[in-house]
């Protein structure tokens, strides 16, 4: 039975337009976005085939664009329509966090964190910059490592935010092994930030640990 022939309440564009996006499973959306499925398969199916061979949905997600071309079912055009999606979803959280979500929204910043670090095979420090209003100036990655971690020098953190005038600064690395649980080198690292930052009279807000599922907030631990 192709998905038009399905039940209205289970196709996949209808119950978005029902019941919201998130009502839809990894393979529902995802064939929102094929279209169609391969020969003799609908869209949904193909889906969840590819997350089967490929998955869970992050995993094939972070495929670089060469590789995505490379499965059947994707091909140029559609992996170019998830990566453009990826982007768009990033930049918007940017543009929240620009009107100042970064202090009354913990959570987007650090899904921003995620955004932009998770899924890397080496180890980054990267570093959010906000002005007085807590709204972003920048963000950069600092400091890159191997899969055993990354050398964070203070002083140059320091030095970037005097650069950008930046009030307040929030901070994130990722683990590549996908544990997100900061460890007492993490822990020591914050300390020595937020003492470092404090004698320019810049604020540390939050130190975010990226790894697999929810970052883990350094704030939020009450280690700030």
């Known amino acids: 039975m192709r998905i038009h022939e399905w039940p209205s309440a289970e196709r996949p ?3 978005l337009l029902a019941r919201g996006a998130g009502a839809l499973s990894d393979a529902e959306l995802l064939a929102i976005f094929l ?3 391969l020969r003799g ?8 085939s590819l997350l089967s061979r490929h998955g869970p949905l992050r995993a094939l997600l972070e495929q670089p664009p ?6 059947r079912g994707i091909g140029a055009a559609r992996a170019c329509a998830l990566k453009a999606a990826l982007e768009l979803a990033s930049r918007s959280l940017h543009a929240e966090l620009e009107r100042g979500a970064a202090l009354s929204d913990p959570g ?3 899904l921003y964190f995620a955004q932009r670090l998770r899924g890397l095979q080496h180890e980054v420090f990267a570093a959010m910059f906000l002005d007085a209003r807590h709204r972003v100036i920048g963000f950069e990655e600092l400091f890159q490592g191997t899969v055993d971690g990354a050398e964070v020098h203070p002083r140059e953190v320091v030095r970037r935010a005097l650069q950008r005038n930046a009030a307040a600064v929030i901070v994130g690395h990722n683990h590549p092994s ?3 649980e900061p ?3 993490d822990r020591q690292v914050t300390a020595r930030l937020r003492h470092a930052l404090s004698l320019v009279d ?3 807000l939050d130190h975010f640990v990226v790894g697999d599922g929810r970052p883990v907030s350094m704030a939020e631990r009450g280690w700030m």
């Open 13 to 15: 564009r209808e119950k």
């Open 35 to 37: 279209g169609s499925g």
């Open 41 to 48: 398969q609908d869209a949904v199916g193909t889906a969840r």
């Open 66 to 71: 060469a590789q995505l071309m490379r499965m």
């Open 108 to 110: 987007s910043a650090g």
């Open 178 to 180: 996908g544990n997100a």
């Open 183 to 185: 460890s007492q080198a």
């Open 202 to 204: 810049v604020r540390l």
